[in-house]
């Protein structure tokens, strides 16, 4: 299939003038109109752009103003959405300790207020509280794969050592993970100094949580009895890593950055997430991201004053954390100059332009002209590229219509080609055609081998079902049948080469490369089959007759390519693999399945899918057998019982090619799949087979 055309329209205004001659008397009245009238046209277009410019920079400055400050005031809600219960709980755990609701010595008591604390609210991470004797109690959620589990310590301090004991929860029950001794002293931890240095609370210069090694923050509020006497500190913790997700979701532009940072410059929240290096938290001043290093540098240099910064090719806008936060932190907006002042100055460039152009009157007329039949053809243009990639939308360009007589004679000629190919396209491979016309090249005989995946699917008694239904009503169970099936198909990659009457063919891993062409082509078979019994179900409340079939799979080179003669031919495949493919398929009939696969097939697909191994079968005019395997389930889908089962069956075969046959009847029998098997078995077991038999079913017919 070839074809492409192109229509060029090209507009040349052209004017010529004459200069008259000074005279004597004054100008000619032609030029001089001219020269004001291109003077003022000139005067009036230059202080239009550059009105138009300075608007849009003002324009522009007030746009990012406001950027900055949404996403500066977005990520300080987030930040105190995150960390707003923290003192709360702290207080609340306070407040029932003074009320006599929970006592600090009772460890047991604690370690349970302290899980509920962890579980009420989902962002803390840890729950803890440390007292004057460096007893250390907590709750804290740790990661175990994908899943958070809630774990808790009771850590007593007794001999400058530190008795450390840990549980975790696993179902009902809290199972003892840790019994040791270590050096660990919370007394000597950052959120100590700020809680009994506070009296309301405080928060806790970010530094690195042992447990995990990752960069948080804490809010530490102090413990003390009536008589002002310190019992201990509560402390809440936050791990830093949701702060850079959120900062990652944001949108600034195409390349701009909000970072979250603490008064030290420590970085708190980054959009690529937080890196800790050499055992402490990463500085903006020294980050690897040059342009946060020099945004923070910039507000050194402005005595950490909240505004906008000039930095280099960036524009940097810093906003403090209000005070009653209590958060002492900044949030840094960074962007590039380009993409903020880049479309006014490219807009004033094109502004001279213009005012280059319109210089006579007479070519902005053309200039109008030309744009018109410009855009004209540049929709037909673009619809005629997207029909060249054999894109066939539905949108119709008559419906549009356009100045030109031409143009619109052109769209309704296009609207045809589109329609004649949508009909065109359900004779062909679409995938095909549009890999064809995607390199350019005119589709020519010839081929090569390529790995691919071969699937044939045929209705079982359909010669008997043809003498029995209504043509009408077969036609129509037909179609909703050969719906489903290139539904399923073109869903999992592959493509329909052909309908064989009452047999349908297709292949997966051409013509585009498919790395996973045997899985993808099996998942279409189950979803195929599924959907195959699903209409069996529905036949009689519809008024059709069923369509029950069997699927065959193979996986092997073949020659891709387009076969036939010079004036027709067909992309289509060829080889050994294809013809094993439909002989599986028959192979159904003998083991009483309804999908089977070749060996090749079971290998690559083995470890996502169930297969199960029915039996070595030797194909007529062959000298190997293969192993001829049913396609069961998805492996995850999979009970451990029919799994146990495939593995009996598995075990059994074994048996019966070592000649064990009685070992094999035994075996065979505890499965649903024991026919064909135990009858082979069986008459062995009174024949024996010749000493040249390797365990395989040779095949009488193709």
Request: glycine fraction near 8%.
């Amino acid at each position: 299939m070839h074809g492409g055309s192109g229509l060029v329209i090209a507009a040349h205004p052209k004017s010529e003038g004459v200069i008259e001659p000074r005279m004597r008397r004054g100008f000619p009245i032609n030029s001089l109109l001219t020269a004001v009238v291109v003077a003022l046209i000139v005067v009036a277009a230059g202080g239009m752009a550059l009105s138009a410019y300075q608007s849009m920079t003002r324009s522009l400055d007030e746009t990012w103003d406001r950027l900055a400050g949404s996403m500066a005031e977005r990520t300080m809600q987030e930040a105190n959405f995150l960390l707003a219960l923290a003192g709360p709980a702290g207080r609340l755990s306070e407040e029932t300790v003074d009320d006599g609701g929970l006592d600090p010595k009772d460890h047991e008591a604690m370690l349970s207020w302290l899980e509920h604390g962890l579980e009420a609210d989902p962002h803390v991470t840890w729950m803890a509280w440390a007292d004057i004797a460096g007893t250390y109690i907590a709750a804290y959620r740790w990661p175990e794969g994908e899943e958070l589990r809630i774990r808790k310590t009771l850590r007593l301090r007794q001999d400058g050592k530190t008795w450390h004991r840990a549980w975790e929860r696993r179902g009902e029950r809290w199972e003892l993970i840790e019994d040791k001794f270590t050096d660990y002293d919370p007394r000597v931890r950052p959120f100590w100094d700020a809680a009994t240095q506070s009296e309301e609370g405080a928060w806790v210069d970010p530094y690195l949580f042992l447990s995990r090694m990752q960069p948080g923050v804490s809010w530490a509020l102090p413990s003390r009895d009536g008589d002002n006497v310190l019992r201990g500190v509560w402390i809440v913790d936050f791990e830093c890593g949701p702060l850079s997700d959120y900062l990652a979701g944001l949108d600034v532009g195409r390349s701009g950055r909000v970072y979250l940072l603490d008064h030290l410059g420590q970085v708190v929240g980054h959009p690529e997430g937080l890196v800790a290096g050499n055992g402490q938290i990463l500085r903006a001043g020294d980050h690897e991201d040059a342009q946060l290093s020099q945004a923070w540098l910039a507000l050194e240099q402005g005595d950490f004053e909240p505004g906008v910064y000039d930095v280099g090719d960036r524009l940097a806008s810093a906003h403090r954390f209000p005070e009653e936060s209590r958060v002492p932190w900044w949030v840094l907006v960074v962007v590039p100059k380009d993409e903020l002042y880049g479309p006014a100055t490219r807009q004033a460039r094109r502004s001279l332009v213009l005012t280059v152009g319109v210089v006579l009157l007479a070519m902005l007329a053309g200039l109008i002209f030309s744009r018109q039949l410009s855009s004209a053809v540049s929709t037909v243009e673009a619809e005629m590229n997207r029909v060249a990639r054999f894109e066939l939308s539905e949108v119709s360009l008559a419906e549009t219509p356009s100045l030109f007589k031409e143009i619109n004679a052109l769209a309704s000629a296009h609207d045809r080609m589109k329609q004649g190919l949508r009909s065109f396209g359900r004779y062909v491979p679409q995938k095909l055609v549009a890999q064809l016309l995607r390199s350019g090249t005119a589709a020519s005989l010839g081929g090569g081998v390529r790995q691919v995946t071969v699937l044939f699917c045929e209705i079982t008694a359909f010669d008997d079902l043809i003498g029995a239904a209504e043509p009408d009503t077969l036609m129509r169970a037909l179609s909703d049948y050969l719906g489903v099936l290139n539904t399923h198909i073109d869903a999992n990659g592959g493509t329909v080469a052909q309908y064989l009457g009452d047999a349908t063919m297709a292949f997966w891993g051409a013509p585009d490369r498919q790395e996973d062409h045997a899985l993808q082509s099996c998942r279409a078979a189950l979803a195929m089959q599924a959907a195959i019994d699903e209409l069996a179900g529905l036949a009689q409340e519809r008024g059709l007759p069923p369509l029950p079939s069997t699927l065959g799979v193979n996986t092997g080179d073949c020659i891709v390519g387009n076969i036939g003669a010079a004036e027709r031919f067909a992309y289509s495949i060829l080889g050994d693999p294809v013809n094993t493919a439909a002989r599986i398929r028959g192979l159904n009939k003998v083991y009483g399945t309804t999908l089977l696969i070749g060996e090749t097939t079971a290998d690559r697909v083995c470890g996502k899918l169930l297969v199960r191994p029915v039996d070595w079968v030797t194909m007529k005019g062959k000298a190997r057998p293969i192993l001829v395997h049913e396609l069961l389930t998805d492996v995850a889908a999979a009970p451990n019982a029919l799994r146990e089962e495939v593995n009996r069956y598995a075990e059994a075969l074994r048996l019966y090619r070592s000649r064990e046959f009685e070992a094999a009847i035994q075996l065979f029998r505890e499965t649903r799949w024991a026919e064909p098997l135990v009858s082979r078995a069986e008459s062995f077991l009174t024949h024996p087979p010749p000493a040249a038999w390797d365990g395989s079913f040779t095949m009488s017919t193709k």
